[in-house]
T-cell receptor, first 116, second 117 residues
């Protein structure tokens, strides 16, 4: 079975602080993809990043960075120097190719609030 | 490039009434998905289309839910009759390649927020 766990239900920080959102996944597939999506109050899920299981290189995009560690089945997301506009619900998702039947499975989400 | 379009954005109905949601995917996207998102949870897949064929509807409650994607472009999701527990956000997504392709990433619309009274 595929499962994504985002243990942090809500996080609240002050603007300019760094914040890390945790994501732990379970899958029996050896080939799989991991994703992060942002859901602002408008409701639309905005794609942030996709990672495949064979690429453990960390990625940085502006103030965003992602740490993929297969050994701990984690795919954590860090926002550096947070801004009020970063306030949203963030979802981690997993898609396993074989046993996962290519379905995108989401975690419960982490509600991030950046206070001015 | 226009994103996934959904309408209506909000819908309030009384239980036992029918309701329909419409989705227009990103131009050229073969694969279309319908998800349901309950409050405080992540989206859950209801049905996936590849072109006009429903290739995965295992999680669609078929007694009251139906969907179609005529001509492999726009799609409609219908609930008849609606129940109180159907209150949720219904999200449509599309992806540029057939599901399972290495570059498949799903792009989501703004959703339809349904409230059943």
């Amino acid at each position: 079975a595929q499962k994504v766990t985002q243990a942090q239900t809500e996080i609240s920080v002050v603007e300019k602080e760094d914040v890390t959102l945790d994501c732990v996944y379970e899958t029996r597939d050896t080939t799989y993809y991991l994703f992060w999506y942002k859901q602002p109050p408008s409701g639309e899920l905005v794609f942030l990043i996709r990672r495949n299981s064979f690429d453990e290189q960390n990625e940085i995009s502006g103030r965003y960075s992602w740490n993929f560690q297969k050994s701990t089945s984690s795919f954590n997301f860090t926002i550096t120097a947070s801004q009020v506009v970063d306030s949203a619900v963030y979802f981690c998702a997993l898609r396993g190719i074989i046993q996962g039947a290519q379905k995108l499975v989401f975690g419960q989400g982490t509600r991030l609030t950046i206070n001015p | 490039e226009a994103g996934v379009v959904q309408s209506p954005r909000y819908k309030i109905i009384e239980k036992k009434q029918p309701v329909a949601f419409w989705c227009n995917p990103i131009s050229g996207h073969n694969t279309l998905y319908w998800y349901r998102q309950n409050l405080g949870q992540g989206p859950e897949l209801l049905i996936r289309y590849e072109n006009e064929e429903a290739v995965d509807d295992s999680q669609l409650p078929k007694d009251r839910f139906s969907a179609e994607r005529l001509k492999g472009v726009d799609s409609t999701l219908k609930i008849q009759p609606a129940e109180l527990g159907d209150s949720a956000v219904y999200l449509c997504a599309s992806s540029p390649r057939l599901a399972g392709g290495p570059e498949e990433t799903q792009y989501f619309g703004p959703g339809t927020r349904l409230l059943v009274l």
